[in-house]
């Protein structure tokens, strides 16, 4: 079993920066991808960002080139530096992490809140 544990989330005003870290701790050996997603009010968990094992990224378009996905293997931790947050980034981000690519799990979710 893999437990996660997230930080980070809180309210920023529009501009501002936050950092949200993810440690899994459990039967883990190695990960293959951490990632994070979010669901703002009435919409569906979208995907933010991934990193794999081999430090491959991926992120969505909405926010290319204003946060960054990184991660610490030998902690088994994932962060995401969110800067220029703007209103519509406002959602629970949550952790995914994946050993293998046909396992998943999920941490319990950080409110992010962006409003002046």
């Known amino acids: 079993q893999v437990q996660l544990v997230e930080s980070g989330g809180g309210l920023v005003q529009p501009g501002g920066s936050l950092r949200l870290s993810c440690a899994a701790s459990?039967?883990?050996?190695?990960?293959?991808?951490m990632g994070w997603y979010r669901q703002a009010p009435g919409k569906q968990r979208e995907l933010v960002a991934t990193i794999t094992s081999g430090g491959s990224t991926n992120y969505a378009t909405s926010v290319k080139g204003r946060f960054t996905i990184s991660r610490d293997n030998a902690k088994n931790t994932v962060y995401l530096q969110m800067n220029s947050l703007k209103p519509e980034d406002t959602a629970v981000y949550y952790c995914n992490v994946k050993p293998i690519p046909t396992q998943t799990y999920w941490g319990q979710g950080t409110q992010v809140t962006v409003s002046s």
């Open positions: 459990g039967s883990i050996f190695s990960i293959y991808a």
